[in-house]
């Protein structure tokens, strides 16, 4: 039947190419492996960099922070050289 998908296992495969196929999947692993190992030790690394910068020090304050208005509204800027300053 066209279009059946068919599992892929090693009774699938012919013996040589089983063989090819289980010796192709070990080699990528060779190199999969201290890949991943090595992003995740880059995580940890920058997490600890995180951890001791203080950036999970105040986890609360800014979401208080936006919560409550300004004491004083900020003066507005001096205007620049030609601009007439808005009443």
Do not use: C, H, N
């Not at 068919?6 to 070990?26: D, N, Y």
């Not at 960099?49 to 409550?68: C, K």
Request: hydrophobic share 50%.
């Amino acid at each position: 039947m066209p279009g059946r998908l068919v599992p892929l296992s090693a009774g699938a495969i012919s013996g040589t190419s089983a063989a090819i196929f289980r010796l192709l999947a070990m080699d990528v692993l060779v190199y999969l492996v201290p890949i991943a190992l090595l992003l995740g030790l880059i995580g940890l690394l920058a997490f600890l960099w995180a951890l001791r910068s203080g950036q999970f020090e105040d986890l609360d304050g800014a979401a208080e922070r936006i919560l409550f208005d300004d004491e004083e509204p900020l003066p507005a800027p001096p205007p620049k050289e030609g601009e007439r300053r808005r009443p």
